[in-house]
């Protein structure tokens, strides 16, 4: 399993908009595809200018009848990825040749439906490199460079008259030991004589031979050779139309499961919110259940009060809990009954009622009183444990 240095990522990707989704996405890659290698390099577009962009460039194993192909490619991720789609090529050794086709044009370019229909979060870089497996076991992007031409090309009775109506073979054997010229360390390519070059017979060994297969003494092509060549193009169409329809409607299920998923998730957290609310709505039901009995309780209570006589005695309906407290309240009544005292005894004085040595005489007393009150009730406090008054 490749080590990714997710810290050293995210300071190449520094300048993208998106760098935490991208180096996300790279380090899923890198993980599975171990021989793609994440490298920052500028890039240049078709009007001349260029940016640093980071890309992947490395191979991927592509599986081709019964054996596995190392097909090198570079995929250039722009700064607003993954909103926008990669920028894919193949890169070829000097061993291989690009084959040009329906996905693939003379630069290496890569087209493809997936690229074409990108769109975030239904598609990423895992699934781009799958689709780029499954194209390239049909229809493989390089073939080898050959090495001499073929001697008699009049004689390939048992080859296509045309190799772009088929699929040839791909140009890199798997795990050869022979370096790799292209570039790429670690990733073997053979030599030129590994297998026969494109145009030879020996690429089709299951095609049986036929007597018109190929062109007569005249120069003209037979009829069995023209008609294998267009059943050969019809049924390449129809197989990448057909490819294209199941990747297609692959996407579209992909899409479907996880809005699926999240119609779940969804569902999960409504029942969560209404349970809530059903609990919040019993436990107010309660509370105002609770709040009615109250009310009736004091509307008892105010009609009990308003029907018994009006001479009810104030010092029955007090009644303190405890001698000591009951100290503290008559000492509290008394107290401010000495202070009101005193305050008539000044407006008698006002008024001309009383001289001021009657005055002065029962405010002596009456405050020496009132002193011996106050402290006897701040002991009294200070015993049952209340605060101080004054």
């Not at 294998?228 to 294209?244: G, N, P, T, Y």
């Amino acid at each position: 399993m490749a080590v990714v240095n997710e810290g050293a990522l995210k300071k190449m990707l520094k300048q993208y908009k998106y760098r935490d989704l991208s180096v996300r996405e790279i380090t899923n890659v890198i993980l599975q595809y171990k021989d793609l290698k994440p490298v920052m390099d500028a890039y240049v577009f078709n009007d001349g200018s260029t940016r640093d962009l980071m890309s992947l460039t490395g191979t991927v194993p592509v599986s081709y009848r019964g054996n596995v192909y190392n097909i090198p490619v570079c995929l250039w991720l722009l700064d607003t990825y993954p909103y926008n789609p990669p920028i894919c090529f193949v890169k070829p050794t000097n061993a291989m040749m690009i084959k040009t086709g329906k996905h693939i044009d003379a630069n290496g370019k890569i087209y493809l439906p997936y690229l074409h229909e990108w769109k975030h979060p239904q598609s990423d870089l895992y699934g781009l490199i799958q689709v780029m497996i499954v194209v390239f076991g049909e229809e493989p992007p390089v073939f080898s460079r050959p090495t001499t031409q073929a001697p008699y090309q009049a004689f390939q009775a048992a080859g296509p008259p045309n190799p772009s109506y088929m699929p040839g073979m791909p140009a890199v054997s798997p795990y050869s030991s022979t370096p790799n010229p292209g570039g790429y360390p670690g990733y073997q390519y053979p030599a030129g004589n590994s297998y026969p070059a494109t145009g030879g017979p020996a690429h089709y060994p299951t095609q049986p031979p036929v007597s018109t297969a190929g062109p007569n003494r005249d120069g003209t092509i037979g009829e069995d050779t023209i008609r294998a060549s267009l059943i050969s193009a019809v049924s390449d169409k129809l197989r990448w139309r057909m490819k294209e329809e199941m990747d297609r409607a692959q996407a579209e299920l992909d899409a479907l499961k996880r809005t699926e998923e999240d119609l779940k998730k969804g569902h999960q957290k409504l029942e969560e919110m209404v349970s809530r609310l059903d609990q919040e709505v019993s436990e107010v039901d309660r509370n105002i259940e609770l709040l009615k009995r109250k009310d009736e309780e004091l509307s008892e209570a105010l009609e009990k009060m308003e029907n018994q006589s009006e001479n009810n005695d104030i010092d029955d309906v007090i009644v303190p809990t405890a001698p000591l407290y009951k100290q503290i309240l008559n000492l509290y009544a008394e107290e401010n009954a000495i202070e009101d005292t005193i305050f008539y005894l000044g407006e008698a004085l006002r008024r001309g009622v009383i001289d001021l040595e009657v005055f002065l005489k029962h405010v002596r007393l009456l405050s020496r009183k009132q002193f011996q009150l106050r402290a006897l009730m701040q002991k009294a406090r200070k015993t049952a444990g209340l605060s101080d008054l004054y």
